[in-house]
């Protein structure tokens, strides 16, 4: 069974980041969850970019705002996939600080940057790398895909 780890720069990402939690829990996907902050508490980034692949974690999903450097420094320390999550923070100027700064990684380094405030698709391409190699969650994200298309036709039905 995978974990992911969501990791955030501040509580103040919590309630975009609550999007990756829930639609995990959704699939019944075990996470962990915690403040990892790149400029406020270095020491513990590299400690969490350095072991989390000791500790059973399969995908790590990272978010931050602003001058935005949590995934891009985490994805230079682990051989984990990280999913950047930027974050239209308080710091940003108009959330294109803090896409660029996840996006534009170095060759040899990168991190799989969702759209801004994107944290529930961060969530389901995390069960999808998971679900490459495990059937049950692979099999919970086709039925997932198939409720999207349910409720278009639905939608499409209650027009007419
Ligand atoms: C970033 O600065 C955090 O990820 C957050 O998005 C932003 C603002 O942090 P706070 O000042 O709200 O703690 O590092």
New binding site residues.
């Given amino acids: 069974m995978g974990k992911v780890a969501i990791i955030?720069?501040?509580?103040?990402?919590l309630p975009v980041m609550q999007d990756a939690i829930d639609i995990l829990k959704e699939f019944k996907i075990e996470v962990e969850v915690d403040i990892v902050?790149?400029?406020?508490t270095p020491e513990k980034m590299f400690d969490f970019g350095k072991n989390a692949h000791t500790r059973g974690i399969n995908v790590i999903i990272a978010?931050?705002?602003?001058?935005?450097h949590?995934p891009g420094m985490v994805a230079s320390l682990s051989p984990l996939p990280v999913i950047g999550v930027p974050?239209k923070?308080?710091?940003?100027i108009d959330g294109w600080d803090?896409i660029l700064s996840i996006l534009q990684m170095p060759g040899g380094v990168p991190v799989a940057t969702v759209a801004l405030n994107g944290a529930k698709n961060a969530g389901i391409l995390a069960a999808q790398i998971i679900g490459a190699s495990d059937k049950t969650i692979q099999n919970t994200i086709i039925t997932y895909k198939e409720s999207l298309k349910t409720k278009v036709i639905e939608s499409s039905k209650d027009l007419k």
Avoid: P
């Fill in positions: 955030m720069g501040s509580k103040s990402d902050s790149a400029h406020r978010g931050a705002g602003g001058a935005a949590l974050v923070s308080s710091n940003s803090s």
